[in-house]
């Protein structure tokens, strides 16, 4: 069942008014997972049609959101989900990460959209859209925002999932590669495995053994 307010098209609608033609939400989800990839998921809504229960992914079961996730890809007039690996966010870091995964979601629209909007007040999404909104909560707030969110989370959960299938010991399945204290436990009995990001602050405190030592990220130039 979904909780908390419903987002609306407020936003969207004040960017219509100023003749905006084509506005995207954009939400990331894995940022502070230690292992797996990061995702950006971008989508455009109509303008009329709405499809109900739609909340930022937060505030939705995991069965909610995989309910929900085929009736918001149908209902978007386009959308995308944007990849990081792993090994891409170690190489990188997380800002110029977090940019790559943005850019790879606007490249996947079918449309070039005149204004995005996405929560926080980082703006990762300049400059591969004119204009960007940055609102705080608008993943609770902006329908195309919290359906972006659901839509990227859905498809990061699917990959942990598959994932898990060849590193059972860490439990993927059911934590998607965030910290929990399975997740811990596993990390010192086991070691990192493939997919954890090894230049993450985690390897310093759970991972006793120096089978697999912590990497240390040399500086990389920006992608902008």
């Avoid at 003749?19 to 939400?25: A, K, Q």
């Avoid at 995989?66 to 170690?90: H, K, N, P, Y």
């Avoid at 909007?117 to 909104?133: A, H, I, M, T, Y």
């Avoid at 860490?170 to 954890?196: E, M, R, V």
Wanted: aromatic share 8%.
């Amino acid at each position: 069942m979904a909780r908390g307010r419903a987002p609306t098209r407020k936003i969207e609608q004040e960017l219509w008014a100023q003749g905006c033609e084509t506005v995207v939400g954009i939400d990331e989800v894995g940022r502070g997972a230690w292992a797996g990839p990061l995702m950006v998921g971008a989508a455009i809504l109509p303008r009329e049609k709405r499809v109900l229960g739609v909340r930022d992914s937060k505030l939705l079961t995991e069965r909610d959101r995989e309910r929900l996730f085929e009736r918001i890809a149908d209902w978007c007039v386009t959308w995308s989900v944007g990849s990081v690996s792993q090994e891409e966010c170690d190489e990188m870091g997380m800002a110029d990460a977090q940019r790559l995964a943005c850019r790879r979601a606007v490249e996947g629209l079918d449309v070039v959209p005149d204004v995005a909007v996405s929560d926080g007040k980082w703006n990762f999404v300049s400059p591969l859209v004119p204009r960007v909104e940055m609102r705080v909560k608008a993943d609770r707030n902006c329908l195309s925002v919290a359906a972006a969110s659901v839509l990227a989370k859905v498809v990061r959960d699917r990959e942990m999932r598959r994932l898990a299938d060849s590193y059972p010991n860490w439990s993927f399945d059911t934590n998607k590669g965030y910290p929990c204290p399975i997740h811990k436990a596993a990390l010192q009995g086991y070691g990192p495995s493939a997919i954890h990001r090894r230049t993450w602050v985690f390897m310093d405190n759970y991972v006793p053994w120096g089978g697999c030592p912590r990497v240390f990220r040399a500086e990389q130039p920006t992608l902008f």
